[in-house]
């Protein structure tokens, strides 16, 4: 039972959150002109990296986005923080 | 390759066993080769032997960073099945069954394929309809596959939950007679010793750590036992691709997850099928050796940590026992995890990718150990011919 | 005949309180306090069962989980349990112990003829054969022949186990003297502690031992332990395994209780302690694995905790120093001992014993039972030859919370390596093997300063034993699975070199003691085969659990409705009274008809009803999300497939929520209460999903200051007024004329009211083509409008409707449900939606897919109503196929029944390019039998809507 930390709630059980996405990853904008690659690209690509990681998570039971920075293998999480611009 | 029988295990046996040869040869690695496969579980020594057996590739190599078999090949509950809907899947598939369907005479091996078949289990009227839908696209496309009433699957389950307090009774389900579960560890075993008696070098503890990529064309691998050159390398590395592709600076549609698997202690035959569950989400088979071998959904959270946790450990026990309240009676004895990579939409990826000469095999997600055959035998067309076999173009 | 019981050893046992039980048939006697081994042993029964293969009989061996050999099916009270390990197990009145793989009894067993052929089946035999015929030929045999004990068909354990989640301090694991002394110093700090150990009390090797510590009897020192444990508000579970560490510092651990439910514990300390002890290795010779062949250790454990002898004439072979109390306490005991030592340089043997230095242990002599010993070539008489190779450190924890080992030549064992892993390790499990480094150890571990807890004595001197592959005669290194070292040999020449290759191809420590006796021996053999060290060769990785678990222990009490609770109606107990049977839709527990009788004919009965006259069906879990403030129009707007920035308060539109990938994620009606206040309806299995996209979209897109969303589903009833005589039966309820008025509240209309003093919002919204109201009040006043709508049924010659009804009459009307009437690749335009995909130019979620080569294709599966002129409704299920030409799917039918109204039977279908083929006739394909449809509308009824203001 792994902890994450949200942070607007504080530590919870694993079992509350749900991964997102890989942090980074921007819509294109605008969509209509990007390219049918770039889309899908997009939609379903992933670096799934090995060791250190920045994702967003989603924290179900209040429903906050945020970001986390874990070790895939070890995973250790080093940080929990709201998304860039967020106040907790 | 001396011959495995009745007759040669008789033989060695009068003279104390002292006459068996290596299962395959301890290869160090040639400076180079025609075709390169990493990953030496199931799906690239079974690549490397259809590399040699169809296409007479003669100078092969499998690098595999520890022992072969020793990742998900050797980490499954060792179901075998084409119970799809997609006419591309189950052709995919149905393949994969049809090569081990005749897998122990082809290797000489005995893969102990046990086709038992197997039920996924219903339990509402709207499960059965999706059950139907189920069925008969394996009819249309060639496969056994048939809708099971409540009362048939009880007498091939019959310790199948049907108290009052069930909560997800049976209502029946999609059978597959020619379904059933394999061992595992021999499937690699016995690719490994047929490939490496028609030549191919089987390199273990040997890692991959760098792509060789010139002009757009792959030349060889790095490796901590120095370069191997080859102009055509395919991947077959399951959880390990996505790191590899990106040495040629490929992405993949990909993202890794532990999934589980658990084995009782062993008992006297209890249980005759594979049965998957749709209500609990849990599947069971009985070993030979006796052991339920079971299993059930992914760990949550994304990782290349080969072990689970307990959340989904209490989900698929409970869920098992929900199934069959008497196997409430048995202990866990071993428990582990393995490292899948699933893609969005649970189809794998098998095609040429990157720079020319590089292909790959992955995103096998759950179903990996079942797609053995085929995925050797259509990455091994892809490498031989440059060109998709017909199944594996829609991959 | 052997084992016997002494008169004064045994501090567990009651003399006052025997038991009887039996074994194989068998009546004997035990007493209070035994377990089922040192019961059997002190009975003198030797041969407990057979091994896996070979059905070589076998004995007892050990004294807790390594045991291999001693496992029974225990018959108590009725109800039979399989594999029960005969050293954990304590026995109670009236037990009958059945051993496994016999027949008909253990002494008896037909199947040890299968051991004159041995010679042809050695580890992985099955490999090499049964493939002319096929695998299936054999395997009923080689299953019937395998597989331990037997499960009894009628005994299901309750799922009584509770789930305990706790914190604290410091986690001891193993209560020896390291442990005790770990927690004593952690205890005596002021911290909190919760020592832990397998055994019923605590001590360890120190409750047979024994031991004078700083001074005093072990037992003070032990129950000082206690009391300082305790005074700091720690605890102390005794009979408890801690089976395993898991991520970010959890252990979960199995505390098994007389009289009560087992417990499982989740336990999360700041520090942790491993003071697991070691597990003494066998030694390996000619026919090492017959019964009376005993783990010395537990020759003295059995002796001083049960007054059970393990024999009157003893040969005890060892190589270190360990052994020598044993010999003592034996030869004490008035057994005859022969103490046969490995090594040139012993120390000076125990009184009364028969020393043999420099003495190697070849083989044994016995056929069911070892009469006798083979030392430096000639063989001494013996009933019980007692055999100690030194210990294996129990480092399993240490391992699963990722640490390394290194191998430590004075200890001859593998040894954490310091800092690896989160536990510190002390005592035996480090290696260190003697009672004052014990002490000392954990004293340290528990953060203890100033001198340790004293006691006299060295450590234990070895020297290192290994199997011999020199040695003639048959070595066994796993006794259960019946691997021997010409398995391993074999192994190694076929090339399986890597542990975990040997241990997959042999079966070697694959058994039910995990290994604990045999991976020791394999990993050794290994090396010396392959002319490697230990190290080099490797270690097998530790695989969880501990010890064997129940799986009802993990599972716990989700059980039964626990498994996967079901939401539940407010409403239910009305529903109940009303007459209604229940079933599962979406995860909710809903009425599917109401009254007696067959179920399909209730459906059509009741959505006849409610075409004639008037339903009503509760609608309560229709996802209700709010969504509040300035941003909520933008939101929506940028959630949904249609637009809904342009809707006037008041009024509700019908749409899509897609997935980015274009893909109809869930359907629903919008309302628009007030400018800035939308409610957004969600079927009911997709309530949290909906929730949780809008919520992304909000956070990520809009900003989250510009609104907020508010799930209310669980907070309100809704029910569903549906017919013609919809109206009549409001206004028989006394429902306001706000309601009533076609003008104020038209179709597709809004409104939000009073009645009876509190909120009541009434919609016009249709899922079955009539005139329908729904009706939403605060979930406490659901049970007022539920009677006041069921008085005024009555008059107006209603009906209470089940789901089935209400499935029958969106089907009527070629109304979808998510996940059943669509699939994963269902993108609005295949529903016939494509008008906001043409139209809009604004951005949306999902909009970029929909203009993707395969969004475009001619090919795409759509919605349509297949009709037949039979009088049965096609199989849902069923596919469409082509009439001519080969046979494939075009597509399948997603939702079938008999309609009442329209007479005739009705249909949806996913169909390929099915637009195109409205019209023409199709062949259909269910379970082998063919037929023909005729592909139509998916609207079958009404399609000009006339009756939603009828």
Redo the contacts between chains.
């Keep these: 039972?792994?902890?994450f930390t949200c942070p607007f709630c504080g530590p919870r059980e694993e079992t509350e959150f749900?991964f997102?996405a890989e942090a980074g990853k921007r819509r294109?904008e605008?969509?209509?002109t990007?390219s049918?690659a770039d889309?899908?690209d997009y939609?379903y690509m992933n670096a799934a990296p090995r060791r250190p990681a920045r994702e967003v998570w989603?924290h179900?039971t209040c429903?906050?986005?945020f970001t986390m920075t874990r070790d895939t293998v070890?995973?250790e999480v080093s940080d929990a923080a709201p998304?860039p611009g967020?106040e907790r | 390759m001396k011959r495995?029988?009745?007759l040669?295990?008789?033989a060695e046996?009068?003279r104390?066993?002292?006459g068996?040869?290596?299962?395959?040869r301890?290869a160090r690695p040639a400076p180079e080769y025609d075709a390169i496969v990493v990953g030496g579980g199931g799906h690239g020594l079974a690549t490397a032997y259809y590399l040699a057996r169809n296409h007479g590739l003669r100078r092969v190599a499998v690098l595999e960073k520890?022992?072969i078999?020793?990742g998900n090949t050797?980490r499954n509950t060792t179901v075998v099945r084409s119970n799809y809907f997609y006419?591309e899947s189950v052709a995919l598939y149905d393949l994969a069954l049809r090569l081990y369907e005749g897998l122990?005479?082809d290797l000489?091996?005995?893969v102990?394929?046990?086709?038992?078949g197997m039920l996924i289990a219903a339990h509402?009227p709207?499960q059965?309809?999706?059950?139907?839908?189920?069925?008969?696209?394996m009819?249309?496309?060639g496969v056994d596959g048939?809708?099971m009433g409540a009362e048939e699957a009880l007498r091939r389950a019959?310790?199948l939950n049907r108290?009052p307090?069930?909560?997800?009774a049976c209502m029946g389900g999609i059978w597959q007679p020619r379904a059933g579960i394999a061992?595992h560890?021999?499937v690699a075993?016995?690719y490994a010793r047929a490939a490496s008696s028609l030549g191919v070098d089987i390199v273990?503890n040997c890692a991959v750590t760098d792509l060789l990529i010139e002009a757009g064309r792959v030349t060889g691998v790095g490796t901590d036992q120095g370069t191997i050159r080859a102009a055509r390398v395919g991947l077959a590395s399951a959880g390990a691709t996505p790191g590899l592709a990106a040495l040629a600076g490929v992405r993949l549609p990909v993202l890794t997850y532990a999934l589980q698997a658990f084995v009782?202690?062993?008992?006297?035959?209890?249980l005759d099928t594979v049965l998957l569950y749709l209500?609990?989400g849990t599947y069971v088979s009985?070993s030979?050796?006796?052991e339920l071998v079971f299993g059930g959904g992914l760990d949550r959270v994304p990782t290349h940590?080969q072990?689970g946790?307990?959340p989904m450990?209490?989900?698929v026990?409970?869920?098992?026992?929900?199934m069959f309240?008497?196997?409430?009676?048995?202990?866990?004895?071993?428990?582990?995890g393995g490292v899948v990579d699933v893609v969005p939409?649970s189809s794998p990826v098998i095609g040429p990718t990157g720079p020319e000469g590089l292909f790959l095999n992955c995103g096998w997600g759950t179903g990996g150990f079942k797609a053995i055959p085929a995925g050797g035998w259509l990455l091994a067309h892809l490498m031989a011919t440059g060109r998709h076999h017909e199944i594996s173009r829609p991959f | 005949m052997t084992g016997w019981r002494h008169d004064r050893f045994g501090t567990r046992i009651d003399r006052a309180a025997p038991l009887s039980f039996s074994f194989d048939g068998a009546p004997l006697t035990g007493f209070a306090g035994d377990t089922l081994a040192s019961a059997l042993l002190a009975s003198g029964t030797r041969v407990l069962g057979r091994s896996f293969k070979y059905h070589r009989p076998r004995g007892l061996w050990g004294m807790g989980g390594e045991e291999p050999n001693a496992i029974f099916d225990v018959t108590h009270e009725g109800r039979?349990?399989?594999?029960v390990r005969a050293t954990t197990h304590l026995l109670r009145d009236g037990m009958a112990l059945r051993s496994v793989n016999t027949a008909p009894d253990a002494l008896h067993d037909r199947g040890r003829l299968i051991d004159r052929l041995h010679?042809?089946?050695?580890g992985g035999?099955?490999?090499?054969?049964?493939?002319?015929l096929?695998?299936?030929r054999w395997?009923p045999m080689?299953?019937?022949m395998?597989?331990?004990?037997?499960?009894?068909?009628?005994?299901?354990?309750p799922?009584d186990t509770p789930?305990l989640s706790a914190r604290c301090e410091m986690l001891v694991i193993g209560a020896g003297p390291a442990g005790l002394a770990a927690a004593r110093a952690a205890a005596k700090a002021g911290r909190e502690v919760w020592l832990v150990d397998e055994a019923g009390a605590l001590g360890g090797s120190l409750r047979w031992r024994g031991g004078i510590i700083g001074g005093g009897d072990w037992r003070e020192f032990a129950n000082e332990t206690a009391a300082a444990v305790t005074a700091a508000g720690g605890r102390i579970l005794t009979d408890t395994t801690l089976w395993?560490a898991?991520?970010?510092g959890?252990f979960?651990a199995w505390q098994r209780r007389t009289g009560a439910p087992d417990r499982h514990w989740?336990i999360r300390a700041r520090e942790t302690v491993l003071a697991a002890g070691a597990i003494e290795r066998p030694l390996w010779f000619d026919r090492n694995d017959l019964p009376g062949i005993m783990s010395a250790e537990a020759a003295l454990h059995h002796l001083v905790l049960f007054g059970a002898v393990a024999g009157r004439r003893i040969v005890l072979a060892t190589a270190n120093d360990a052994s020598y109390p044993v010999a003592a306490a034996l030869a004490g005991a008035g057994a005859d001992v022969t103490l046969a030592d490995a090594r040139d340089a012993c120390p000076a043997p125990p009184e009364g014993v028969a020393h043999l230095p420099s003495a190697r242990l070849t083989g044994a002599r016995g056929r069911t039972h070892v009469t006798g010993a083979q030392v430096n070539g000639r063989t001494i008489a013996a009933d019980t030859v007692l055999v100690s190779g030194g210990y294996t450190p129990s480092v399993h924890l240490h391992s699963r919370a990722?640490g390394k080992l290194d191998w430590d030549a004075e200890a001859d064992a593998l040894v954490p390596r310091p800092g690896t892993s989160p536990l510190r390790v002390a005592g035996a499990a480090n290696g260190g093997f003697g009672l004052a480094r014990a002490l000392a150890e954990g004293h340290r571990a528990g953060g203890g300063t100033g001198p340790a807890p004293g006691a006299d004595g060295a450590d234990w001197r070895l020297a290192a034993m290994r199997p011999d592959p020199a040695l003639p005669g048959r070595q066994w290194l796993d006794p259960q699975n019946d691997v021997t070292l010409?398995d391993v040999?074999?192994a190694a020449?076929?090339?399986?070199r890597?542990v975990?290759?040997l241990k997959?191809?042999t079966?070697l420590g694959m058994a039910?003691d995990?290994g604990r006796s045999a991976n020791f021996a394999g990993l050794a053999a290994m090396a010396a085969l392959t002319g490697r060290t230990i190290t080099e060769t490797g270690t097998t990785?530790y695989?969880?659990?501990f010890a064997?678990?129940?799986?009802?222990v993990?599972?716990?009490p989700?059980?039964?409705?626990l498994?996967?609770p079901p939401r539940r109606l407010t409403l239910e107990p009305q529903h109940r009274a009303q007459g209604a049977s229940f079933?599962?839709y979406g995860g909710w527990l809903r009425p599917s008809a109401f009254g007696a009788g067959d179920e399909a004919a209730l459906a059509q009965a009741e959505a006849g009803a409610a075409r004639e006259s008037v339903g009503l069906f509760d609608a309560s879990p229709l996802g209700k999300i709010e969504v509040i403030g300035p941003g909520a129009a933008d939101l929506l707007d940028y959630c949904s497939y249609v637009r809904l920035s342009t809707l006037k308060p008041g009024r509700a539109r019908y749409g899509f929520i897609l997935n980015?990938?274009g893909i109809v994620h869930d359907d629903g009606v919008v309302f628009r209460l007030d400018a800035d206040r939308f409610v957004v309806s969600a079927s009911s299995s997709h309530a949290?999903s909906v929730?949780?996209i809008l919520?992304?979209a909000r956070?990520?897109i809009i900003g989250?200051g510009r609104c907020f969303?508010h799930d209310v589903t669980a907070a309100s009833v809704t029910l569903t007024v549906t017919g013609p005589r919809a109206r009549d039966l409001l206004r028989a309820a006394g429902l306001p004329d706000a309601i009533l008025d076609d003008a104020t509240l038209p179709h597709m209309g809004v409104t939000e009211t009073d009645w009876n003093g509190h909120p009541l919002r009434a919609a016009r919204v249709s899922f079955t083509g009539d005139r329908s109201y729904e009706l939403t009040v605060p979930a406490r006043h659901g049970s007022a409008l539920c009677d006041a709508l069921d008085s005024a049924r009555q008059q107006v010659d209603g009906r209470w409707i089940g789901m089935e009804a209400v499935m029958i009459l969106r089907a009527e009307k070629g109304f979808i449900l998510i996940g059943?009437d669509t699939d994963?690749l269902t993108m609005p335009h295949d529903l016939g939606w494509g008008g906001p995909r043409e139209r809009r130019t604004d951005?949306y979620l999902g909009?970029?897919?929909l203009f993707?080569?395969e969004a475009n294709a001619a090919t795409r599966r759509q919605l349509v109503g297949p009709a037949t002129d039979a009088a049965d409704p096609l199989?849902?299920?069923?596919?469409l196929?082509p009439i001519e030409g080969p046979?494939?799917?075009l597509g399948?039918v997603?939702s079938s029944c008999f309609s009442p109204t329209l007479n005739r039977p009705v249909a949806l279908a996913l169909l390929e390019a099915g637009r195109e083929k409205i019209g023409q006739e199709i062949g259909t394909?269910?379970?082998?039998e063919t037929g023909r449809a005729r592909v139509c509308e998916s609207c079958a009824l009404d399609p000009m809507g006339e009756r939603l203001n009828a």
């Design positions: 039972m792994q902890i749900h997102a294109p605008p969509a209509e990007t049918d889309w899908a939609l989603v179900l429903g906050e986005f070890t995973r998304l967020r | 495995y029988s009745a040669s295990l008789a046996g009068l104390g066993h002292r068996w040869k290596p299962a395959w301890k520890g022992w078999g020793g050797g006419p122990s005479k000489n091996f005995n102990m394929l046990s086709q038992r509402t709207m059965m309809e999706i059950c139907a839908r189920i069925a008969n696209a009819q249309l496309n048939a809708l019959p310790l108290g307090g069930a909560r997800h061992r560890d021999a075993w016995g273990e009782s202690e062993p008992v006297k035959p209890i209500g609990t009985q030979d050796k006796g940590g072990r946790n307990l450990q209490e989900t026990l409970s869920g098992l026992l929900e309240p008497a196997f409430a009676q048995l202990k866990l004895l071993r428990q582990w939409d | 039979t349990t399989p594999n010679r042809f089946l050695p035999f099955y490999y090499k054969t049964f493939m002319g096929g695998w299936m395997e080689i299953r019937r395998a597989g331990l004990g037997r499960l009894d068909p009628d005994h299901c354990p799922a789930q395993g898991f991520d970010h959890l979960a989740r990722g010409r040999r074999i020449q076929e090339g399986y890597s975990e290759h997959r191809y079966t039910t995990q990785t695989r969880p659990p064997p678990v129940p799986l009802s993990i599972a716990g989700r059980r039964g409705e498994f996967d079933r599962e980015e990938t949290a929730r949780m919520e992304e956070q990520d989250p969303i059943k994963g951005e909009r970029r897919s993707t080569p199989p849902t299920g069923a596919h196929v046979r494939r799917s399948f997603t394909f269910h379970m082998g």
